[in-house]
């Protein structure tokens, strides 16, 4: 089995950006006059020899590097460029030779595809000439990096608005023909190489495509005729990006091609590791759906990568986080050990002695992340809207917590038991005193008042979500500026005084917009003619004060993402 781990912590370790975009790693913020810092790069691959002893170590067999359009280098690029694409080469060169001296097969990243203005005028940014150009750089890498296993190919997520550098990558498979058009000619590249190619069905709704990662339909027309033995898919677990409360994605059991199943241990929506979020019966629950039953080919592991944040908590490095670690670990066992149980898991990560206070522990911490940081009242439902699962959690988003009147209106028109919301939110937090007193006893490397005092303002937020109480709202806005000036690189609380209730006719709207089940309605195609997505755009930009800040400041842009 495939135990793939990213390998992106020791470049963020040497990045000093104070708000990380970790979705891959910060390559140009490791330069220094238009080249790879020759110190910066000397430190990484220190850091990435103890990284890789260390995954080696636990049981990974494969690692991931970011990224490819930094080693493909072209004819037509300008001296500066290709002088910095030689030095990135020797220099992953070196990193390739650490991990293979750790019996680590070795994977680079890719979007589908990087850009830069020289690229563009080369191709004109014709799919036709982009996918040439792909073909000849995979050839080219293949030829000069032997050791290369394969490529992991991400096509339905670009680059963040933020993203610096050399490149950006760009969409450009639009539609299921041309994706199963593009997968045809280059799969015979890597089977003349006999390397991997691992595509990834993650999409976020852009384009006829963006539905690949739950809609069987278009799943069926992207493979259709793909038969390779150097091809796997890779899959999130569920119908959306790392949430709780979401079931097993269907599609691990739509045809026998092999599969890669994405797990994240270092939960971007869950606190970073700051505290703990525990993913191991989340897991357990998935693996026993999924051994016996599907073409399982591996795990891939993230144990870094995703999301924004000031958090650091960089995995099995300095300043890493215990409980990163030890989701990386039970997520590792759970399926390179399929005879181990969740208790076998723990044991051998924590040891015999207390072993029922640590699992107590966990499970309390399990109870607050799934009642609390989430509403489960919200949470189990299912929505979609469009190309898109509605997220299991809307408020809270990588360190950011809103509360405003679209998130007022939206939760109370699809919640129809806000009391019960605020009770499971209070009985859950309520578990913090004793997670609190298992801890002393264990000498767990456990925040206490950090989690307490988070949790305290996530609450309140809940509360304002579903009722108007200045006295609340006065008291949270005090807390939460106590809160930043005690914590001033952690979250950040955006709460607005609501302008007007819930109406009646916004929530008749929003479910008109929304639906139930996955399936496509007639109304769906009138509701989102290219014609009324346009106007939606408009409607977003009158109301995006309302919205979390980062909105159009980090991720893909939302034009995008109503295309």
């Known amino acids: 089995m495939l135990a793939l781990v990213d390998g992106s912590a020791p470049f963020f370790l040497e990045s000093s950006k104070r708000s990380q975009n970790w979705s891959k790693a910060p390559l140009s913020h490791l330069e220094k006059s238009s080249l790879p810092s020759r110190k910066k790069h000397k430190r990484v691959r220190e850091s990435f020899s103890k990284y890789t002893k260390r995954i080696s170590k636990l049981g990974f067999n494969a690692i991931s590097l970011d990224e490819f359009c930094y080693l493909a280098n072209y004819s037509f690029y300008p001296f500066p460029l290709a002088e910095k694409i030689r030095s990135y080469r020797k220099k ?39 996918i040439t150009l792909f073909e000849s750089a995979l050839e080219d890498v293949f030829s000069t990096f032997p050791e290369i296993s394969g490529i992991i190919l991400r096509i339905g997520e670009s680059d963040g608005v933020d993203v610096t550098g050399d490149f950006r990558s760009k969409l450009f498979l639009k539609t299921p023909a041309e994706a199963n058009r593009f997968l045809k000619e280059i799969l015979p590249v890597f089977e003349k190489h006999n390397k991997t190619l691992i595509f990834r069905t993650w999409t976020l709704g852009a384009y006829e495509i963006g539905d690949l990662i739950w809609n069987p339909k278009t799943y069926k027309k992207v493979f259709q005729g793909i038969d390779s033995k150097s091809f796997i898919i890779s899959l999130k677990y569920g119908e959306g990006d790392f949430f709780r409360h979401l079931s097993l994605n269907p599609l691990f059991f739509a045809d026998e091609r092999p599969k890669l199943l994405e797990l994240q241990a270092r939960r971007e929506y869950e606190g970073f590791g700051e505290y703990p979020s525990f993913v191991g019966w989340q897991y357990e629950n998935y693996r026993n759906q999924l051994l016996g039953k599907a073409n399982l080919a591996g795990i891939s592991v993230w144990t870094q990568t995703g999301g924004w944040s000031s958090f650091q908590n960089i995995t099995f490095l300095k300043g890493s986080s215990y409980w990163n670690e ?41 109870l607050v992340i799934e009642n609390l940081l989430y509403d489960p009242c919200f949470a189990k439902q299912s929505f979609y809207v469009h190309r898109v699962r509605i997220p299991t959690l809307l408020h809270i988003t990588w360190d950011r917590i809103t509360v ?36 002393k006893k264990l000498d767990l490397p456990y925040d206490f008042r950090f989690q307490s005092k988070t949790f305290r303002l996530i609450l309140n937020c809940r509360k304002l979500l579903y009722t108007e109480d200045v006295a609340l709202f ?28 819930p109406s009646f006719v916004s929530g008749l709207f929003l479910k008109l917009f929304l639906r139930r089940r996955s399936k496509y309605r007639l109304l769906d195609k009138i509701l989102f003619h290219p014609i009324l997505r346009k106007i939606y755009y408009l409607v977003f930009l009158g109301i995006r004060s309302r919205l979390p800040d980062f909105i159009n400041r980090q991720g893909m842009p939302i034009r995008e993402l109503l295309s």
């Open 326 to 366: 030890l989701n990386s670990f039970v997520s590792l066992k759970l399926f390179t050990e399929p005879n181990w149980t969740l208790e076998d898991c723990l044991q051998k990560f924590y040891g015999k002695k207390d072993l029922n206070d640590f699992i107590r522990f966990l499970r309390l911490s399990d």
């Open 474 to 501: 006065l008291e949270t806005k005090r807390l939460a500026k106590e809160f930043h000036k005690k914590y001033p690189k952690t979250f950040r609380f955006q709460i607005s005084r609501p302008k007007s209730k």
């Open 92 to 130: 992953y060169k070196k990193l390739f030779k650490i991990a293979t001296s750790q019996g680590l097969q070795i994977f680079l990243t890719s979007d589908f595809f990087s850009v830069n203005e020289f690229i563009s005028k080369h191709t004109g940014n014709e799919l036709g000439k982009i």
């Open 404 to 439: 405003s009147d679209p998130f007022r209106s939206v939760y109370s028109v699809l919640n129809s038991t806000p009391s019960e919301s605020m009770r499971l939110g209070e009985e859950a937090f309520s578990s913090l005193e004793e997670m609190k007193r298992i801890s």
